[in-house]
């Protein structure tokens, strides 16, 4: 074989791509899931802590809007 030639694709390629295709909408959605818990949680706290609800809203919009963010960086550029 040359080596200017690229490698024959084996017959298992596109399960493994349909496996990290799927591994990344699972990884996607776990960042989504986890920042709104960690940034809502601490909203929460705060919103316990001094007796007002803005910050349970506000943990809430920060941390979807910083996981969607990272979402897109690690998987939305091509």
């Known amino acids: 074989m040359s080596p200017d030639l690229p490698p024959e694709p ?15 909408a699972w990884n996607a959605f ?8 960690v940034w809502g949680g ?16 506000l943990g809430i919009l ?3 809007a910083a996981a969607l963010y990272l979402v897109w960086v690690r998987y939305g550029r091509p």
């Open 62 to 64: 920060v941390g979807t």
């Open 10 to 24: 084996r017959p298992d390629d596109a399960a493994d791509v349909g496996r990290r295709e799927q591994s990344d």
């Open 30 to 37: 776990a960042l989504v899931v986890s920042g709104v818990t």
């Open 42 to 57: 601490v909203g929460w706290l705060l919103s316990e802590w001094l007796d007002n609800r803005l910050y349970l809203m």
